[in-house]
């Protein structure tokens, strides 16, 4: 008998119901076949945050942040930007790795990231720029060296304007060269991604 489609918690409902409870199971391959399925699903967003933060095992972490990435939208990114913040350097690295699958979603989170108290995390949000529009990214990256006053943020931000940054970042790297020409690598590093951004370099 075919099913019927249109009512609500019908067929579809139910299975989706049934995905997110498998979510909870004791056994790692079913959390896995569970995150995969929800993949897409608005709708999953809650139970993958709070199975999210309790899963031991990376690779179905992994499933569960492709699930967000292919659900995409504000809610997605509101689960996954805290774990840029987790002690163990593998989450940071999924986290930052399924944000910038996400450069439009992740844009309106960028200025609080990218002025964040903690020097770590606006180190960190100079890579979600990476994938970003390159003038969108050039704007966001210059506005944060010129009030950043830690060498290794500006570091991070100059080596991603270096791949991706605009003409107009180049007042803001000679700014940036003259605030930092006690600190001898950053002047340099200033001077690859100028170099790069004219088209100058050999």
């Known amino acids: 008998m075919p099913l019927i489609r249109g009512k609500k918690g019908g067929a579809s409902g139910e299975t989706s119901s049934s ?13 896995w076949t569970a995150a995969r399925a929800l993949a897409g ?5 809650p139970a993958l945050a709070v ?11 992994e499933a569960m942040m492709t699930a967000l990435i292919r659900i995409g939208n504000t809610a997605s990114v509101e689960v996954i930007l805290p774990y840029l ?9 999924a986290a930052i790795e399924a944000l910038q699958a996400l450069p439009d979603a992740i844009a309106p989170f960028m200025t609080p990231l990218l002025s964040d108290g903690d020097s770590d995390v606006r180190l960190l949000a100079t890579e979600l720029a990476r994938n970003m529009k390159a003038s969108e990214a ?20 100059i080596d991603v304007l270096t791949e991706v940054g605009t003409p107009d970042a ?4 000679e700014r940036c060269a ?15 991604a100028m170099s790069r951004i004219s088209g100058e370099e050999s």
């Open 41 to 45: 699903q608005a709708d999953a967003v």
């Open 138 to 157: 050039t704007r966001l990256l210059c506005e944060l060296i010129d009030h950043e006053h830690h060498p290794n943020v500006c570091a991070a931000a």
């Open 178 to 192: 003259a605030r930092f020409a006690a600190t001898p690598f950053l002047p340099f590093a200033v001077s690859v």
């Open 85 to 93: 913040r987790s002690q163990d350097a593998s989450v940071r690295a």
């Open 19 to 31: 995905q997110q409870g498998a979510l909870d199971s004791p056994d790692a391959d079913s959390r």
């Open 51 to 61: 199975a999210l933060a309790r899963e031991p095992i990376p690779r179905v972490r």
């Open 170 to 173: 180049l007042p803001t790297l």
